[in-house]
């Protein structure tokens, strides 16, 4: 590819299919850049916040409505931020697809890097065959592999973007350590992958205006800090009790099954492309420094501010 091409950057305006904790973060951010975003949310409970942003919007339950609303997308880049519906290949995705009334300028699908499955904490770049070890991760791979064949059959760039835990204001390990849920060990915990919520909107935006910066990336601020350690670091920051500790052979009795599918696995993201090709604006590369900011957000008293 082209590295000319990698650096040449539009602002499309962005559909954004879904409206969760990134995509409502990403609506208000455009809104104060003055970038056009439009949203297409399945919930009719966001339709007053949309009203007061003053953005177009669409209501439409891609997994029920059979009616023929299209969607217009001439002109904009669609990013897809909703997970997969079921098993097998993504019916809600399908749906979303059939309905365009146009090729978009973009296809941009926010994937998990739980697509890579355990790899006992060894470094893992784009390269890496996916190994999906949940029903989860699975649904994710067979849909990242439906974005990616039909924007090549439509002839459009695409990115998709491998997205670790999210962490940020109100997704925080908070209830979690004043319900003295268990961590594992530091010696027995893995390498951690995690990106700031307004880092990762901020991925999404340079997948989104670098056209040319086609294929699949991983996300990540880069820091290996475990989720123990960043466990023990919110709970310094805001005076909770430190995490109860377990061993690794006691952690699947002691932690709840949805929990464990995450802990259980350990890799380390490689994010170089990222940091090469997209090179997005990212603030928070110490992810201390972005708990800092999100207790700060939050209105909660730091009493050890966090270091890295």
Known sequence: MDAA???????????????????????????????????????????????????????????????????????????????????GTDPRLLSLLGRLDQRPGKFVYISTSGVYG?????????????????????????????????????????????????????????SALANGDAF?????????????????????????????????FNVGDGNPLSATGFAQATARATGLKAPRLVSRSEAPQVIGPGRWSFLSESRLLDVRRLQEELAPAMRYSNPLDGLAASLKEMGIEVVDQPQG
Do not use: F
């Open 5 to 87: 091409a990698i650096i040449m950057q539009t602002t499309q305006p962005i559909l954004l299919v879904g409206y969760g904790y990134l995509g409502r973060r990403l609506v208000k951010h455009c809104v104060a850049l003055g970038r056009p975003v439009s949203v297409l949310t399945r919930s009719s409970a966001h339709q007053g916040e949309l009203d007061s942003l003053g953005i177009e919007y669409q209501i439409l339950d891609l997994d029920t409505d059979s009616g023929l609303l299209t969607i217009p997308v001439a002109g904009k880049v669609i990013l897809y931020t909703a997970p997969p519906a079921g098993p």
């Open 118 to 174: 355990d790899c006992q904490g060894e470094r893992v770049d784009e390269n890496t065959p996916v190994n999906p070890g949940s029903e989860r991760a699975q649904r994710r791979v067979a849909a990242e592999q439906a974005a990616s064949d039909w924007a090549e059959d439509q002839q459009i760039p695409w990115t998709v973007l491998r997205v670790p835990g999210i962490y940020g204001p109100e997704r925080l390990p908070l």
């Open 184 to 216: 594992l060990r530091p010696e027995d915990a893995g390498p951690g992958n995690r990106i700031h919520v307004d880092d990762l909107l901020e991925c999404c935006l340079a997948a989104a205006d670098k056209i040319q910066a086609s294929g699949i």
